[in-house]
């Protein structure tokens, strides 16, 4: 099963590598000229191959991360915006070789590794999230194998051949749910029920995973939802020891973690000479009201509520219905027509991503940054599989839905990571 | 092919990509042809002579305006102006436009006497904490003559992906991913 999974995904990504090589050099933003000419040095040179392949990858947001696998630090405080781990772990990879050429290589090299070993952690994800629903043995193989397949082909497309973070994110999300699952079940009534013997495995493996995830890509914090509903759900039954050394210890440790990371890390490094944002401090501590994330995404991208809904965004949110729609009626099947008791945080995350994004980010995002969630694959698995035993019956509801789905990535794969590829929107 | 293309600039057009600011310009017809006396270099300049379009890096001083003359431009022929710059020079560009200047007129302190001039100007304003130390940040800027109402260097970026979608359709007709996806 590995070996089709690595094949389907061998030859993909081949496919995409091809498209980028064959595109045009003349790119729509011309800056990474200048981007390589400042980043690189004058021993470096220029070559054919670089020029049609590497120089290529170097779009959109991928001049913040390079910038800093490069450097080793931020520069300004808008760059805090994008994940630090990403850089760190790619410059521990490169070995003390920080040539641009090289360092771009080995994230890029890291980029499709991380994406293979999520699509591998998905499989074991659905294997296990499956075990005790109602499918058949060879419905959960089965699910589990379309699940990797359609994560392959996956709708963030051509940032994925590049060197976004959001592959590191998939990675953490994956294990640390993974890691969550293995270490409780559920009654027959839907109560969680954690096992001691695995505690670490929820209180120290699970919660590092979310940690290092939202460190690298700020919505992982959502995932913080599986501890909140685990400790509803242990509370409501008065298990105040499994409720206490599980979800709470859990939630209390990323809950610090989140107000390190997004208050005190930039209060320090900025505060108070920077004023602006420093001057709404609370009290004698050292933050602020305001998250430094939310600051910096409101002032220098425009982030906030409905601030994204104008005119000429119109085809942003075009661009981003397909996987709007399907996320939403992927958390509505698994609510009602299939409803599974461990699915229910992850039907509550996905929501919530939606209202956010939707709402309140820039929402063609949408496409690379929902892939730290499961969910729509599962469902879009499970139509497949449902259809594929039912063939005489014609397309309905659902199974149309996922058709249109599947053939809006057949062109979306392809066209996005050409525009990808020539510095094209959408970014 | 055309409609595509149309549709596809109209959504740049309207976008503020992140380190691209883009506008049109229009030479209008009654605009003189140079005369046969060589033109004064005054500013930076962009030349479309013999090509239909241009980019030239510049070395320009943040917070400032910063002014290019265009030559050789057609007369009734529209023009992309694209201005990129890096995004680890944190600037925005601001109050872009262009100028007509009749020959004989002073225009920062410089006149020329013998030809009419066409100068493109924008604002670079430095905007990130803690203040961007460089003075100078290069910058692309590009003129691109537009054929069909496509600034004509997406051209081939759009006969590319519409080859790459022709071919798609035709191979999906064949090997029938869904279907695939769906029974395998």
């Given at each position: 099963m590995?070996?089709?999974?690595?094949?389907?995904?061998?030859?993909?990504?081949?496919?995409?590598?091809?498209l980028?090589?064959?595109?045009?050099?003349?790119?729509?933003?011309?800056?990474?000229?200048?981007?390589?000419?400042?980043?690189?040095?004058?021993?470096?040179?220029?070559?054919?191959?670089?020029?049609?392949?590497?120089?290529?990858?170097?779009?959109?947001?991928?001049?913040?991360?390079?910038?800093?696998?490069?450097n080793?630090?931020?520069?300004?405080?808008?760059?805090?915006?994008?994940?630090?781990?990403?850089p760190?772990?790619?410059?521990?990879?490169?070995?003390?070789?920080?040539?641009?050429?090289?360092?771009?290589?080995?994230?890029?090299?890291?980029?499709?590794?991380?994406?293979?070993?999520?699509?591998?952690?998905?499989?074991?994800?659905?294997?296990?999230?499956?075990?005790?629903?109602?499918?058949?043995?060879?419905?959960?193989?089965?699910?589990?194998?379309?699940?990797?397949?359609?994560?392959?082909?996956?709708?963030?497309?051509?940032?994925?051949?590049?060197?976004?973070?959001?592959?590191?994110?998939?990675?953490?999300?994956?294990?640390?749910?993974?890691?969550?699952?293995?270490s409780?079940?559920?009654?027959?009534?839907?109560?969680?029920?954690?096992?001691?013997?695995?505690?670490?495995?929820?209180?120290?493996v699970?919660?590092?995973?979310?940690?290092?995830?939202?460190?690298?890509?700020?919505?992982?914090?959502?995932?913080?939802?599986?501890?909140?509903?685990?400790l509803?759900?242990?509370?409501?039954?008065?298990?105040?020891?499994?409720?206490?050394?599980?979800?709470?210890?859990?939630?209390?440790?990323?809950?610090?973690?989140?107000?390190?990371?997004?208050?005190?890390?930039?209060?320090?490094?900025?505060?108070?000479?920077?004023?602006?944002?420093?001057?709404?401090?609370?009290?004698m501590?050292?933050?602020?009201?305001?998250?430094?994330?939310?600051?910096?995404?409101?002032s220098?991208?425009?982030?906030?509520?409905?601030?994204?809904?104008t005119?000429?965004?119109?085809?942003?949110?075009?661009?981003?219905?397909?996987?709007?729609?399907?996320?939403?009626?992927?958390?509505?099947?698994?609510?009602?027509?299939?409803p599974?008791?461990?699915?229910?945080?992850?039907?509550?995350?996905?929501?919530?991503?939606?209202?956010?994004?939707?709402?309140?980010?820039?929402?063609?995002?949408?496409?690379?940054?929902?892939?730290?969630?499961?969910?729509?694959?599962?469902y879009?698995?499970?139509?497949?599989?449902?259809?594929?035993?039912?063939?005489?019956?014609?397309l309905r509801?659902?199974?149309?839905?996922?058709?249109?789905?599947?053939?809006?990535?057949?062109?979306?794969?392809?066209?996005?990571?050409?525009?990808?590829?020539?510095?094209?929107p959408?970014? | 092919?055309?409609?595509?293309?149309?549709?596809?600039?109209?959504?740049?057009?309207?976008?503020?990509?992140?380190n691209?600011?883009?506008?049109?310009?229009?030479?209008?017809?009654?605009?003189?042809?140079?005369?046969?006396?060589?033109?004064?270099?005054?500013?930076?300049?962009?030349?479309?002579?013999?090509?239909?379009?241009?980019?030239?890096?510049?070395?320009?001083?943040?917070?400032?305006?910063?002014?290019?003359?265009?030559?050789?431009?057609?007369?009734?022929?529209?023009?992309?102006?694209?201005?990129?710059?890096?995004?680890?020079?944190?600037?925005?560009?601001?109050?872009?436009?262009?100028?007509?200047?009749?020959?004989?007129?002073?225009?920062?302190?410089?006149?020329?006497?013998?030809?009419?001039?066409?100068?493109?100007?924008?604002?670079?304003?430095?905007?990130?904490?803690?203040?961007?130390?460089?003075?100078?940040?290069?910058?692309?800027?590009?003129?691109?003559?537009?054929?069909?109402?496509?600034?004509?260097?997406?051209?081939?970026?759009?006969?590319?992906?519409?080859?790459?979608v022709?071919?798609?359709?035709?191979?999906?007709?064949?090997?029938?991913?869904?279907?695939?996806l769906?029974?395998?």
């Open positions: 590995c070996g089709e999974i690595a094949g389907t995904f061998f030859f993909f990504k081949i496919f995409q590598y091809v980028v090589w064959l595109a045009p050099t003349t790119q729509f933003d011309t800056s990474t000229a200048l981007l390589i000419h400042q980043l690189s040095s004058s021993l470096d040179g220029q070559s054919w191959v670089k020029k049609r392949l590497w120089d290529k990858l170097l779009s959109w947001d991928a001049v913040y991360f390079i910038k800093n696998m490069v080793g630090e931020y520069e300004f405080e808008h760059e805090y915006a994008f994940s630090s781990v990403w760190k772990f790619v410059r521990l990879c490169c070995r003390g070789n920080f040539e641009f050429y090289h360092i771009l290589k080995t994230a890029v090299f890291l980029e499709n590794l991380l994406h293979f070993i999520s699509v591998i952690l998905l499989y074991i994800l659905t294997l296990k999230t499956f075990e005790k629903n109602i499918l058949k043995t060879h419905q959960r193989y089965e699910l589990a194998r379309k699940s990797a397949v359609l994560f392959i082909l996956t709708g963030a497309a051509g940032f994925f051949t590049g060197i976004y973070s959001e592959p590191l994110s998939s990675v953490l999300s994956f294990a640390g749910i993974l890691a969550r699952e293995y409780i079940f559920h009654d027959v009534y839907g109560n969680v029920i954690c096992k001691w013997q695995r505690w670490p495995l929820y209180s120290l699970s919660t590092i995973c979310f940690m290092v995830a939202f460190a690298n890509r700020s919505n992982c914090i959502l995932l913080g939802i599986f501890y909140i509903m685990d509803l759900s242990l509370l409501r039954r008065r298990k105040i020891a499994q409720a206490t050394f599980f979800p709470l210890l859990s939630g209390i440790a990323l809950l610090l973690f989140v107000i390190f990371q997004h208050y005190y890390v930039p209060y320090k490094a900025f505060c108070p000479q920077r004023g602006g944002w420093c001057k709404d401090k609370i009290r501590l050292p933050f602020t009201y305001k998250s430094f994330y939310s600051y910096i995404q409101s220098y991208w425009n982030v906030g509520f409905l601030k994204y809904w005119i000429n965004n119109v085809p942003n949110f075009i661009f981003a219905i397909p996987n709007i729609v399907i996320m939403w009626y992927s958390s509505v099947y698994f609510s009602h027509q299939y599974c008791s461990n699915l229910k945080p992850l039907i509550l995350i996905t929501r919530i991503f939606l209202v956010v994004i939707v709402f309140f980010a820039h929402i063609q995002i949408i496409n690379r940054v929902s892939s730290f969630i499961p969910l729509h694959l599962w879009l698995a499970d139509r497949l599989i449902k259809k594929s035993t039912k063939k005489t019956k014609p509801g659902d199974d149309t839905l996922v058709k249109l789905y599947i053939y809006w990535l057949i062109y979306w794969i392809p066209v996005q990571t050409i525009l990808f590829a020539c510095f094209l959408p970014a | 092919m055309n409609i595509l293309g149309i549709i596809l600039f109209a959504y740049y057009a309207s976008l503020a990509c992140a691209t600011e883009s506008f049109i310009i229009h030479i209008p017809s009654e605009f003189p042809l140079a005369s046969n006396e060589v033109p004064e270099v005054t500013h930076p300049t962009i030349s479309l002579k013999g090509i239909n379009h241009q980019t030239k890096t510049f070395s320009v001083p943040v917070d400032s305006t910063y002014y290019i003359e265009l030559k050789d431009v057609s007369v009734g022929e529209n023009y992309q102006i694209k201005i990129c710059w890096t995004a680890l020079n944190p600037v925005f560009i601001d109050e872009t436009g262009y100028k007509i200047v009749p020959h004989m007129t002073k225009f920062q302190d410089t006149v020329d006497e013998h030809n009419a001039r066409i100068f493109i100007y924008f604002d670079v304003i430095g905007e990130s904490y803690p203040p961007l130390k460089a003075v100078d940040i290069p910058i692309n800027v590009s003129v691109v003559n537009m054929k069909l109402g496509i600034p004509v260097d997406l051209y081939g970026t759009l006969v590319y992906i519409s080859l790459v022709i071919g798609i359709y035709f191979a999906s007709r064949r090997y029938r991913v869904y279907e695939k769906k029974n395998n």
